[in-house]
């Protein structure tokens, strides 16, 4: 049984954890493309609950399960008595008695926080209003598998100071890179609610052509996530100018990629010619939320499995 840890932000783990996790997402990986059975986890549970839309993050952990030997469970807060107001804390205190482990995507980082703190078994952080962790890690990964490591490599962030954007900046403290955030005036990178725990890993621009200069990755968001949808019209004015395009790429390292979580909104965050051109990785990253987060799942529930190297 291992020791129980949550991944709930991206700091949760350390740089030889991630290390760790990259080298089983490699085998696991292979493993899964050469349709070679890898049960760690039969006869385990992962509940999953989700108070906000996905397709990637449902997806992924459900077919990962399935395909570590195990099974998931999905509860929304629409058919639960999660909607109907039974405390987070009464609701961990019961599910983590009847699973492995628990992954929720929810509004306030506080919910999760607070579910964890009453949990028998890991929680994982599927999305909140502050960080997307699986996200990132996935795009590390993608990163690393693509280009090698990461450490010292410059991540140019164009838009909305989101969910990602926090996990990106706390990433870069983690691993050693340094991120070129530029949002519109009005929406810059907020330290304390990002959980940073200095300055020293990002610098803020105000032209996004200038944070793109240099860059390794350029990635984007949404200008509107999940839950902040009555700023939708105000956001579409304010974020005009922090397109992705073209141009953008242009300034960046000849041989950057370019990643985007999706969904994307072609137009808005990014111009068709640079998701569907030749920087764009964003079906690897998606991809590689699969075989990421069943490198997540075989450490939290079981610790680190050693590497067998086969002939
Ligand atoms: N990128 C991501 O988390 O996608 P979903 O919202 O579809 O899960
Ligand atoms: N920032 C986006 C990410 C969606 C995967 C949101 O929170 O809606």
Redesign the pocket.
Known sequence: MAKLRHFLQFKDLSRADFEHLFARTRWIKNQFKRYRRYWPLEDRTLVMIFE?Q?T??RLSFEAGMHQLGGTAIFLSTRDSQLGRGEPVEDAAQVISRMCDAVMIRTFDQNIIERFAANSRVPVING?T?EY?PC?VLADIYTFVEQRGSIKGKTVAWIG?S???CNTWLQAAEALDFNVHVSTPPGYEVEPERAGLYGTDHYEEFRDPMQAAKGADLVST??W????FEAENEARKRDFEDWQVDAEMMRAARKNSLFMH???AHRGEEVAAEVIDGPHSVVWDEAENRLHTQKALLEFLVLGKVKTVKKK
């Open positions: 906000k996905s990637r993050t999305l209003n997307h996200q909305d989101n969910n990602v968001d949404v509107t996530s999940m839950g979580c999706l969904p």
